[in-house]
């Protein structure tokens, strides 16, 4: 148990990035919210209309962003051959360094989610969903996204590998997240996105650290 | 294993096999190809649609083909990954670009399709996305196996994330269905009522079985060469002096 | 400390297409220390990773005394390589603090003590000399106590004499019954029997 | 003069990441563009109002996964010890890393920028002007993107620390290129935003490479 | 080969608060060679680093017989740390190449022949053990022909017979009027005059 917390610990400060913390993180998504508009104009109508949507695209893209600092630096600098030799199963390593990803970069996210939707012109009244959406967007977006990132180890890459292999794989969470979100401006029901979502955050939680773990033993070898 | 896999499975058996078997996919290819065009450009034009339709023969057995290859895909990956067996990988390895090709063939036939249809190159409805998401899928495998050297390592990671894909494809297919029909978008163009007379169907189906064996076929080339490569290879150490 | 012996026999490694060695048999039993010597490149650091689990080999066998492989890799091996997996932009304190935890050890003070850590916890890894990063890196040997040490060239970066103190804390491990298997081009500084890999 | 060719030869595969080349640059585009109307919904007019934008934003992002790598592996591993050890000026290596990210990102994403616009249902007429801006815009993120990322060197940071640096400086170009895509989409005078677009990518690579050079130097003490 | 001296005086160097040494004198002549020793971080690597120019000295200065400073450091040294910039992934062959066309050297396949780099040119770095890794570092030395090396630790990951092999390249350096500062824990193959920093 303390070598869980021992992780948890080490993998969240890591992904933190030492630094601002959520501030850095806050900080990115804000600017990519403030682009946007930037690029398309002050049309409020047009602004509002996508605003859950950007929200949501930015997520996933700060997500992405994150990423390569997952299992490429412990795979160079040896430390990916001290978290296997340790009665915790790679298995739970990956869940684990998938939550901390979660923790710095998703909640703190999450958190701004509704904010800039606001911002960007969308209706207060959904910012609870907002919120809750982000909150699993980030998680599936962390489970799956570190699976893309476990898989480019070794991969005479980059960053932009990984975004290969993960974007395809974020396509569902964006589409019932940004979905439940534009349902719920538009007044129809949006439950059933949500729930659709929770199914593939829990899948991707279920099944992402088993490749995670099978691509680093893989990349290890 | 199944026994014909089993079979199979023997390098050198395969190769005796695909040897002759390789040429006659080509063959009967281009014979299906043959008869299926001429009944496709003797039919008569769509009284909607006017001799585009004829893009339809080209299309469907692409699109269809686009999905076919991914099972066969994932299915070589996952032997590869359970039996190690580098026979295995080559399939895989072999099945993506073609595969990859079919899905890119698909989509250009289709904005062909559509732009005189729809009066637009492209929608984002379910069908058209999920497909453009398989042809990023097919990238991503291509790019993940030419990014890394080792063979067994190449090997193992593209099998994972063949499987992976295996199961992301048919959530993409189904969210987008989903998320299509909350927004009631003007995309719904799948009327197939008059396309699927008998006069349509039958070159349809016989360019579907050329597609079929045209993949066979170079599939198997493809094969032929990745254990030809390897070979090649494993002579080259041999020959050097470490 | 319940590994008491480590036994291989007939291993072959393959790395790439090379095969590195063929029928190489090892036994290494408590207080008994190995030096694995041998010509840049014959496969001291692969053997060291095989043992370990990290790489398969291509025939031969692996096993240890007193526990099956899984276990004894999971909680009674130490293997400390080239690579020390030590953040450059973290602090040494906490670095040192996650090694040792996660190797379940529980006797971090004495390892700061032993290894005279002390004054360097706060800086940042990459500010550490050669040497005091390699002592940062050995701190878990000590600070979590497991039977097997596996070493990759350990006492290249440090001077003279923690040399010298490194060899007693070596010769205490194999006091207590532990077993060390070191990779090496210096003869090390305690008894040790010498098995050379043949380039 | 075959020193510096030398360099841009290892920047440019460095940057390009080794296996996928262009194919892995460009598919990224494609997922980004693609998560997109993903989020938004497929309807037609409003995707064709911010395509364009969404393509340059999509072009910064791009630009911005890619940044990490221009320095700071060079500075971990020890590489810009020896970059600093030459006749070349640190300033030109600085001017060439940023030019070979160019190339290796900028370019490619240049040419497939209009075929994005495209997709997302912009006019073909002005694929042109969305090609030039995207080559301009890639040229100037480049370089801006290096300052943030050697000014975030030796931090104790994360990709996020150089993208919160960087993308004040980002937004500046994404303004000039999208509006002058904006106003041409919408028959009004667009040469004054490319002028101001080119202005801005001159001056940020004549002193791009000056702040960098002084970055790093800094940073290796 | 146009630097004929390195002339140190007074030097004092500071990481952080740490004062390293202060008032360190060395004069080194063509043909002569140095070894550098000390306790870990007694500022051996920093002593290196200021000399190329890297770490701005606290007080004293660093002189360069037949070169002005800027130019020495630009054309007349070498300087391979612990360190040695070669990336993982990229293949020995590209890392060997550019290092070697950045030093400006026309030699390279001198440096292949000289240190038996031929069979793992094909090779990804980080497939390389740590001694052939070690030889694709030095190739620039011999690829590049300039005339002070400064050096450090650099043969601790050879095997014995590359650290003689290594010792004749020395040699011939020194021979043909070289210079070398070698920071080292043991003994040069060559003889050298010994500067040792207090810790
Ligand atoms: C880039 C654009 C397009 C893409 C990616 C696309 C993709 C697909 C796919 C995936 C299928 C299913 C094949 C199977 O059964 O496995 C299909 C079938 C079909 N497509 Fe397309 N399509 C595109 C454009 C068009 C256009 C413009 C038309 C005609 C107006 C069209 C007409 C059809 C027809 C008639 C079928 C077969 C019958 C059916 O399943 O309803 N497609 N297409
Ligand atoms: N993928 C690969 N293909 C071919 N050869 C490889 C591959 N990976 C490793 N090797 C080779 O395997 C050998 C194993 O090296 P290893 O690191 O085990 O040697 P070592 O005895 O530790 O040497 P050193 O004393 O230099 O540390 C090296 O010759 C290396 O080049
Ligand atoms: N920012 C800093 N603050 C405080 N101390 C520092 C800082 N940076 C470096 N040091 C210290 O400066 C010293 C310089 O070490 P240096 O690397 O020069 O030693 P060295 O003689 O090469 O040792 P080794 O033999 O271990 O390689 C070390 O004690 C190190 O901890
Ligand atoms: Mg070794
Ligand atoms: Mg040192």
Redesign the pocket.
């Given at each position: 148990m303390s070598r869980l917390l021992a992780l948890l610990r080490r993998e969240t400060a890591l992904a933190w990035g030492g630094g601002g913390g959520p501030l850095v993180a806050v900080g990115f998504y804000a600017g990519v919210v403030t682009m946007l508009p930037l690029a398309i104009g002050p049309d409020l109508e047009r602004l509002a209309g996508i605003a859950p949507a950007a929200a949501f695209v930015a997520l996933a893209l700060a997500s992405l962003l994150s990423l390569e600092r997952m299992f490429e630096r412990d795979y160079e600098d040896g430390a990916l051959d001290l978290l296997t030799l340790s009665p915790t199963p790679l298995e739970a390593v990956a869940a684990i360094k998938s939550i901390a990803q979660w923790i710095a970069a998703g909640a703190p996210l999450a958190i701004a989610a509704p904010i800039a939707a606001i911002a960007l012109g969308a209706s207060p009244q959904h910012a609870g969903l907002t919120f809750v959406t982000a909150a699993l967007g980030g998680l599936a977006f962390a489970f799956v996204g570190g699976t893309g990132a476990a898989l480019a180890l070794g991969a005479r890459r980059g960053a932009l590998l990984t975004a290969v292999i993960v974007l395809p794989l974020f396509a569902p969470p964006v589409i019932f997240g940004a979905g439940a979100l534009q349902a719920a401006a538009n007044g129809l029901a949006w439950t059933s996105g949500l729930l659709l979502l929770a199914g593939y955050t829990l899948a991707a939680a279920a099944l992402g650290p088993v490749a995670m773990a099978a691509a680093c033993r893989n990349a290890l070898s | 294993m199944p026994p014909a896999l089993a079979f199979l499975a023997n390098p050198d058996r395969f190769m005796a096999f695909s040897r002759w078997a390789a040429p006659m996919f080509g063959i009967l290819a281009v014979v299906l190809a043959c008869a299926g065009l001429w009944l496709g450009f003797t039919a008569p034009e769509d009284y909607q649609?006017g001799d585009t339709v004829r893009?339809?023969f080209i299309?469907?057995p692409a699109?269809?083909m686009?999905?076919f290859v991914y099972v066969c895909l994932a299915g070589a990956s996952f032997l590869s990954l359970v039996f190690r067996h580098a026979l295995a990988d080559a399939a895989a390895k072999a099945a993506a670009p073609l595969g990859a090709v079919f899905t890119a063939l698909?989509?250009?036939?289709?904005?062909l399709?559509?732009a005189p249809?729809?009066g637009t190159w492209?929608v984002w409805d379910a069908?058209?996305t999920?497909?453009?998401v398989l042809f990023l899928f097919y990238l991503a495998y291509i790019a993940l196996r030419g990014a890394i050297d080792d063979e067994a390592r190449s090997a193992r990671a593209g099998a994972i994330l063949a499987l992976v894909g295996a199961i992301n494809l048919p959530v993409v297919k189904f969210s987008v269905d989903w998320w299509n029909s909350l927004h009631q978008g003007a995309s719904v163009?799948?009327a197939?009522g008059p396309?699927?007379s008998a006069v349509y169907l039958w070159p349809l189906g016989l360019m579907a079985l050329a597609y079929t064996a045209a993949f066979g076929s170079l599939w198997l080339v493809r094969i032929r060469a990745e254990v030809w490569k390897k070979r090649a290879g494993a002579a080259a150490l041999a020959a050097a002096v470490f | 400390m319940s590994l008491s012996a480590l036994h291989i026999e007939a291993l072959a490694l393959r790395r790439g297409e090379r095969l590195l060695f063929e029928r190489l048999d090892l036994d290494l039993a408590a207080g008994e220390a190995v030096a694995l010597t041998g010509a840049n490149g014959s496969g001291k650091t692969s053997l060291l990773r095989a043992i370990a689990g990290l790489i398969r080999p291509e025939a031969g066998a692996i096993r240890f005394g007193g526990a099956g492989p899984d276990d004894a890799r999971a909680e009674h091996l130490h293997l400390l390589g080239h690579q020390d997996g030590l953040k450059p932009h973290r602090l040494a304190r906490d670095e040192l603090a996650f090694q040792a935890a996660w190797a379940g050890g529980a006797r971090l003070d004495a390892a700061i003590d032993r290894l005279a850590l002390a004054p360097l916890l706060d800086l940042e890894v990459r500010r550490l000399s050669a040497g005091q990063r390699r002592r940062l890196a050995l701190a878990r040997l000590i600070a979590a106590p497991r039977p097997l040490w596996l070493l990759d060239e350990p006492m290249a970066p440090l001077d003279a004499a923690w040399r010298a103190r490194f060899g007693e804390v070596m010769a205490e491990h194999l006091a207590g019954g532990g077993l060390i298997l070191a990779a090496v081009h210096d003869p090390l500084p305690i008894p040790a029997r010498d098995l050379e890999l043949a380039a």
């Amino acid at each position: 148990m303390s070598r869980l917390l021992a992780l948890l610990r080490r993998e969240t400060a890591l992904a933190w990035g030492g630094g601002g913390g959520p501030l850095v993180a806050v900080g990115f998504y804000a600017g990519v919210v403030t682009m946007l508009p930037l690029a398309i104009g002050p049309d409020l109508e047009r602004l509002a209309g996508i605003a859950p949507a950007a929200a949501f695209v930015a997520l996933a893209l700060a997500s992405l962003l994150s990423l390569e600092r997952m299992f490429e630096r412990d795979y160079e600098d040896g430390a990916l051959d001290l978290l296997t030799l340790s009665p915790t199963p790679l298995e739970a390593v990956a869940a684990i360094k998938s939550i901390a990803q979660w923790i710095a970069a998703g909640a703190p996210l999450a958190i701004a989610a509704p904010i800039a939707a606001i911002a960007l012109g969308a209706s207060p009244q959904h910012a609870g969903l907002t919120f809750v959406t982000a909150a699993l967007g980030g998680l599936a977006f962390a489970f799956v996204g570190g699976t893309g990132a476990a898989l480019a180890l070794g991969a005479r890459r980059g960053a932009l590998l990984t975004a290969v292999i993960v974007l395809p794989l974020f396509a569902p969470p964006v589409i019932f997240g940004a979905g439940a979100l534009q349902a719920a401006a538009n007044g129809l029901a949006w439950t059933s996105g949500l729930l659709l979502l929770a199914g593939y955050t829990l899948a991707a939680a279920a099944l992402g650290p088993v490749a995670m773990a099978a691509a680093c033993r893989n990349a290890l070898s | 294993m199944p026994p014909a896999l089993a079979f199979l499975a023997n390098p050198d058996r395969f190769m005796a096999f695909s040897r002759w078997a390789a040429p006659m996919f080509g063959i009967l290819a281009v014979v299906l190809a043959c008869a299926g065009l001429w009944l496709g450009f003797t039919a008569p034009e769509d009284y909607q649609q006017g001799d585009t339709v004829r893009i339809m023969f080209i299309h469907v057995p692409a699109a269809y083909m686009a999905t076919f290859v991914y099972v066969c895909l994932a299915g070589a990956s996952f032997l590869s990954l359970v039996f190690r067996h580098a026979l295995a990988d080559a399939a895989a390895k072999a099945a993506a670009p073609l595969g990859a090709v079919f899905t890119a063939l698909a989509l250009i036939t289709g904005s062909l399709w559509g732009a005189p249809m729809w009066g637009t190159w492209w929608v984002w409805d379910a069908r058209l996305t999920s497909v453009l998401v398989l042809f990023l899928f097919y990238l991503a495998y291509i790019a993940l196996r030419g990014a890394i050297d080792d063979e067994a390592r190449s090997a193992r990671a593209g099998a994972i994330l063949a499987l992976v894909g295996a199961i992301n494809l048919p959530v993409v297919k189904f969210s987008v269905d989903w998320w299509n029909s909350l927004h009631q978008g003007a995309s719904v163009f799948r009327a197939d009522g008059p396309t699927m007379s008998a006069v349509y169907l039958w070159p349809l189906g016989l360019m579907a079985l050329a597609y079929t064996a045209a993949f066979g076929s170079l599939w198997l080339v493809r094969i032929r060469a990745e254990v030809w490569k390897k070979r090649a290879g494993a002579a080259a150490l041999a020959a050097a002096v470490f | 400390m319940s590994l008491s012996a480590l036994h291989i026999e007939a291993l072959a490694l393959r790395r790439g297409e090379r095969l590195l060695f063929e029928r190489l048999d090892l036994d290494l039993a408590a207080g008994e220390a190995v030096a694995l010597t041998g010509a840049n490149g014959s496969g001291k650091t692969s053997l060291l990773r095989a043992i370990a689990g990290l790489i398969r080999p291509e025939a031969g066998a692996i096993r240890f005394g007193g526990a099956g492989p899984d276990d004894a890799r999971a909680e009674h091996l130490h293997l400390l390589g080239h690579q020390d997996g030590l953040k450059p932009h973290r602090l040494a304190r906490d670095e040192l603090a996650f090694q040792a935890a996660w190797a379940g050890g529980a006797r971090l003070d004495a390892a700061i003590d032993r290894l005279a850590l002390a004054p360097l916890l706060d800086l940042e890894v990459r500010r550490l000399s050669a040497g005091q990063r390699r002592r940062l890196a050995l701190a878990r040997l000590i600070a979590a106590p497991r039977p097997l040490w596996l070493l990759d060239e350990p006492m290249a970066p440090l001077d003279a004499a923690w040399r010298a103190r490194f060899g007693e804390v070596m010769a205490e491990h194999l006091a207590g019954g532990g077993l060390i298997l070191a990779a090496v081009h210096d003869p090390l500084p305690i008894p040790a029997r010498d098995l050379e890999l043949a380039a």
